[in-house]
């Protein structure tokens, strides 16, 4: 490690198919290791579900908003997924590794290659569903989810797994308490 990376902090990019649960891994790292370790919010143009609160799970905006930022250059990644845009700020991340922290990126994988192209040094990790079958009842469990959406998002899935070869690590979230202890080794291998 050169005496400039020991200063800076590490882009942790995390990746995998919609419901196979990184957030909740994610979460877990943040958690456990704040304020070391950091959460990169992403921005969204689609509509919160549930609870979700702006500026907590994401920052919120309409279709137009993020198009204008687009036009600002203000993402280091951004990407239309599902029907909505979502994109990774620019400010946020930079000021974060700068300042020594490290940012976790919870991300789909057309983010995850842009942010690894533009910061080859990113970790990248891919999170795995023990089976699709697996991941479609995490999915309908959610019950966030019309049909039509749960069918788009399998095939999207399978797109995803496809170019989990392109990630450093793949995890396989088959047991949540395994799952995390190895996320976990691998935050500690660099921080």
């Known amino acids: 490690m050169t005496s400039e990376q ?3 902090g590490y882009i942790f990019i ?3 198919p919609s419901g196979v649960g990184k957030t909740v891994l994610c979460n877990y790292i943040v958690d456990k290791y704040k304020p070391q370790v950091v959460y990169s919010i992403s921005t969204t143009s689609r509509e919160p579900r ?4 702006d500026g907590q799970e994401y920052n919120f905006c309409t279709a137009s908003e993020f198009e204008e930022a687009i036009k600002k250059d203000a993402f280091a990644e951004w990407a239309c ?3 909505n845009y979502y994109g990774t700020p ?3 991340l930079m000021d974060n590794i700068n300042e020594g922290r490290h940012v ?16 080859p040094e990113a970790i990248m990790i891919f999170i795995l569903p023990p089976s699709f079958e697996e991941l479609e009842h995490r999915i309908r469990g959610r019950n966030m989810d019309s049909e039509e959406s749960l069918k ?3 095939i999207n899935a399978r797109k995803e797994i496809d170019c989990s070869k392109e990630y450093k690590y793949c995890l396989i979230n088959d047991d949540l308490e395994k799952a995390k202890a190895d996320l976990e080794k691998i935050f500690l291998s660099y921080i």
């Not at 549930?50 to 609160?53: F, L, N, R, S, V």
């Not at 990126?105 to 533009?118: S, T």
């Open 6 to 8: 020991s200063k800076k």
């Open 90 to 92: 620019r400010k946020f």
């Open 50 to 53: 549930g609870g979700e609160k």
């Open 81 to 83: 997924v599902h029907g």
């Open 104 to 119: 976790v990126l919870n991300i789909d994988v057309q983010g995850g290659m842009k942010i690894h192209k533009e910061y």
């Open 14 to 16: 995390v990746s995998g």
């Open 152 to 154: 788009k998002r399998m």
